[in-house]
């Protein structure tokens, strides 16, 4: 099973003997139109332009005043310089290895690494950079899509690099309550496909770990760590397809094989014994000891002969541990009737089986409370403006029954708090204050989630009020 480290390397490998089939070197326009994976490749042409930004801001000449040179021009140069780029084996390799690894990283934990990526070192970035930077990013390009939807809607003018790594979470988990059986096994093809290249065809399974925890897939995360903790290493994409399903106890029979205790053959066992009563009575014959038993001083007479300490250890032998067995058993069978128990002679004993078998655990998708918000509903809808074009009233966009629900479920059920925050909200000229208004005064103050279908409703309709045409 390769580590991470290691599969990087063997991965980087490859794409330098694709790239390099034909020629020694690679310029910028071989790399940006080659056919490595699209992920890895913007990632790469991303840390090419960073090293190029780098060489610009640390070059300097005395005859120059670079200093009052603006920023923004600096990076333009930098990045029509690091089209210019000549690379050798040992460039392509500094630029390939860390684009290998993050995109590692991004696979395995999505939330954590996309964060990352958009923020760096900062703890705050401005809402346009945080577009920008999100462009390089492929992978789970839904999650970013819906993100970026946000982003439109709210307009924001920064994020925090916490509140955006929440909402990044809070989007996914939403997305990934609604998902089918197929559609849970397609979040996991991007990581299968990434170790393929790297001649792997199984994943270790505390990465698969790392995988479910980040996205919050927390009945897979179980399923994942009771397999790990009963000794299985890595699971190939059938095994995780077994694993979402919940035949956990399947899977488990196909990974780690059950410890089988001895079992003597009957017929070797019937002859050696047969052979021992030969011998015994041959030699009782021959001294004329062979008579009957004595009869104990109390007259009574025993049914069964004693048993010599040698025999007791053959029977012993004979039989296995059935406590043992019983418990393999019982953690591992689905259906104990199945299963029959070892067939013995003489006066041994069958092995006692369970009488139940153990429950299965239940399929990997959760039950949903309630519907999550469609996707469309991040996009922004129509915009709309009254006949004499002025804002309309709210009190008119919002009909009766919508009205009530929003008491209810926004407001706690104070219908004069209703009226008097679409008052307020009737006095905003823009959707950014309007904006700031909900956050604030509405979700804020009556602790509402956000991403409540209540709340998205209701953000759109006033949303709504700004971006309709007449």
């Known amino acids: 099973m390769t580590t991470p ?111 990352a990526i958009v923020f ?5 970035q401005p809402s346009d950079v945080i577009v920008k930077k999100l462009e390089s990013i492929t992978e789970y390009r839904y999650l970013v899509d819906v993100f970026l939807q946000y982003l439109i809607k709210k307009q924001p003018p920064s994020l925090t690099r916490e509140r955006a790594q929440r909402l990044i979470g809070e989007i996914d988990r939403r997305l990934s309550a609604s998902y089918a059986h197929d559609d849970m096994m397609q979040l996991f093809q ?31 995360a179980v399923r994942l760590s009771e397999l790990w903790a009963k000794g299985a290493g890595a699971l190939s994409i059938s095994d995780i397809d077994k694993a979402v399903r919940g035949e956990s106890d399947m899977l488990l029979r196909q990974l780690t094989p059950l410890p089988v205790a001895p079992k003597p053959s009957n017929a070797s066992f019937e002859t050696a014994l047969l052979r021992e009563v030969e011998a015994q009575l041959a030699a009782a014959s021959a001294t004329g000891a062979l008579e009957a038993d004595p009869v104990p001083p109390d007259g009574s007479r025993n049914s069964t002969k ?4 040698d025999e007791e250890t053959v029977a012993q032998n004979a039989a296995p541990d059935t406590s043992q067995i019983k418990s393999f058993v019982f953690e591992t069978t689905e259906n104990a009737d199945g299963l029959k128990p070892s067939e013995h002679t003489g006066d041994e004993k069958p092995l006692a089986m369970p009488t139940t078998a ?38 008119v966009l919002i009909d009766d029954e919508t009205r009530k629900k929003m008491i209810r479920r926004l407001f706690k059920g104070n219908e004069q708090n209703y009226d008097a925050a679409i008052a307020d909200l009737n006095q905003k000229k823009t959707w950014r204050e309007s904006s700031l208004y909900i956050d604030e005064e509405i979700f804020t103050q009556y602790k509402v989630d956000e991403y409540s279908l209540e709340a998205v409703q209701f953000t759109d309709i006033v949303f709504a009020r700004f971006h309709r045409k007449p």
């Open 5 to 115: 480290t290691a599969l990087v390397k063997n991965i980087t490998d490859a794409l330098l003997a694709q790239l390099n089939a034909a020629k020694t070197t690679v310029d910028y326009a071989a790399l940006e139109s080659s056919a490595i994976p699209t992920q890895i490749k913007l990632f790469a042409l991303a840390v090419l332009n960073d090293v190029a930004r780098d060489t610009v801001l640390r070059f300097s000449a005395p005859m120059f005043q670079l200093d009052h040179v603006p920023l923004s021009l600096k990076h333009s140069f930098a990045d029509a310089l690091a089209q210019t780029a000549l690379l050798t084996d040992a460039h392509l390799n500094t630029i390939l290895q860390p684009s290998v690894r993050l995109t590692h990283d991004l696979l395995v934990m999505p939330h954590q690494t996309i964060t």
């Open 120 to 124: 760096g070192e900062s703890d705050e």
């Open 190 to 220: 991007p990581m299968y496909r990434f170790y393929a290249l790297g001649g792997e065809k199984e994943i270790s399974i505390d990465v698969l770990m790392s995988f479910a925890n980040d996205k919050g897939l927390q009945p897979l």
């Open 306 to 309: 004693a048993v010599s300490s």
């Open 358 to 395: 153990p429950s299965k655990l239940p399929p990997i998708a959760p039950k949903r409370r309630e519907e999550p918000p469609p996707l469309t509903q991040y996009l922004p809808p129509p915009p709309q403006l009254s006949s004499d074009g002025e804002l309309e009233d709210l009190r």
